[in-house]
């Protein structure tokens, strides 16, 4: 009974994972066709193929460039992004054990993007002067001020009993409004121009998305990804308590450490090349358990999956809803995600 039980659970996640990973594609597909300037289906499948030596039919340059060099990277961006969002507030939610843990909640964005504003603002000449810093600086500054802030929250929140979630809430609260301010007073030395840049960034920006900042998109979130798929059976322990882990094996101070670190790092790579998108990692990890239940073998890589979903189908109606303009796309996932947050916030009073 309990094989065919496993067997079954089984085939429905394999199930759930294809059919998103297939819902996915769809989405990609129709945002390679659709913005500002519209191309069809058949002439970007064209102009997809022919760099692997297929000429299916003729293409005008002025598509094949728009398609190439401008939509198809922001397109993998925000897969990149949109999954990685996904799956740490997944890990987030199933290590804290509450539904309403998020990284913008708990510090992690707004630490990353603190540490991304010093970086721009008050080291300019560092990536000039550290050839190294060029490519990573950002990310790097990003990663730190993501792991304070959430190690921060996770240090004021615990107790000796164990963390108290309410007081992990509380203290992501104080440690937003802390980063907040410190945000504001780096802007004070910023001019004109960098101020005007840090409002479009803070309210999410996919436009800046070329073909070199993806291979370190790529390792910096897939990679710390790959580990938390990995810790998803610790995960499940974990759900029963802390104790409960342990006495199954489970090591749960150094799965908290590996778990902290990964999702900062994703957090903080995606902030840096994106600024701050708020309610991905909120609404997908909900949606995932509301449908197919809490197993984290099951909801992280689907969180994943339906983030990057999520995030796409943000950024094009970002693209469309206003044309020729286009919104940041933080506004469209804050008019999505506030009310299923303010509707969760009621469902938890019944």
């Known amino acids: ?24 594609v769809v989405v990609l597909l129709i945002s390679l066709t659709k913005g500002a300037y519209s191309i069809g289906f058949s002439q970007a499948f064209a102009a997809l193929v022919k760099p ?45 054990r509450n539904p309403l843990v998020e990284p913008g909640l708990i510090g992690v964005s707004s630490g990353s993007a603190l540490f991304a504003v010093v970086f721009l603002v008050l ?25 304070v ?36 007073l780096t802007l004070f030395y910023a001019d004109d121009t ?23 998109a790529a390792v910096l979130i897939c990679i710390p990804s ?24 489970v090591n749960v101070n150094r799965t908290k450490v590996i778990l902290l ?25 909900h949606l995932m358990r509301i449908s197919f239940g809490a197993d984290h073998q099951l909801v992280l890589p689907g969180s994943f999956l339906l983030g990057a979903i999520l995030l796409n189908f943000s950024d094009l109606l970002a693209r469309t809803i206003a044309i020729p303009a286009e919104m940041p796309i933080g506004v469209i996932t804050s008019l999505l995600g506030a009310p299923f947050f303010m ?4 469902n938890l009073k019944k």
Request: hydrophobic share 55%; aromatic share 10%; proline share 3%.
């Open 52 to 96: 692997l030596g297929f000429h299916l039919e003729a293409f005008d340059i002025r598509s094949s460039n728009v398609l190439l060099k401008i939509r198809l990277p922001r397109i993998m961006l925000a897969v990149l992004v949109g999954g990685g969002l996904g799956i740490s507030g997944a890990a987030l939610q199933g290590l804290f």
């Open 1 to 24: 009974m309990a094989f065919i039980q496993a067997s079954t659970k089984k085939h429905l996640s394999r199930w759930v994972l294809v059919s998103l990973t297939v819902f996915l």
């Open 343 to 346: 509707s969760l916030i009621y």
């Open 123 to 147: 080291l300019p000449g560092m990536a000039s002067t550290v050839p190294f810093l060029e490519k990573l600086g950002l990310p790097l500054f990003s990663f730190i001020g993501g792991l």
């Open 194 to 216: 960098a101020l005007r840049s840090f409002t479009f960034w803070s309210l999410g920006d996919l436009s800046g998305a070329t073909w070199s900042k993806l291979p370190i």
């Open 226 to 249: 790959l580990v938390l798929l990995r810790g998803s059976k610790n995960l499940n322990a974990m759900a029963l308590g802390e104790k409960e882990a342990f006495y199954m094996g």
């Open 149 to 184: 802030n959430v190690f921060a929250v996770y240090y004021l929140g615990s107790k000796k009993e164990g963390e108290s979630t309410a007081t992990i809430i509380l203290a992501g609260v104080a440690i937003n409004a802390l980063a907040g301010a410190l945000i504001g």
């Open 261 to 285: 670190v990964s999702t900062a790092l994703i957090v903080g790579v995606a902030v840096s090349l994106t600024g701050m998108i708020g309610f991905v990692g909120l609404i997908v990890p």
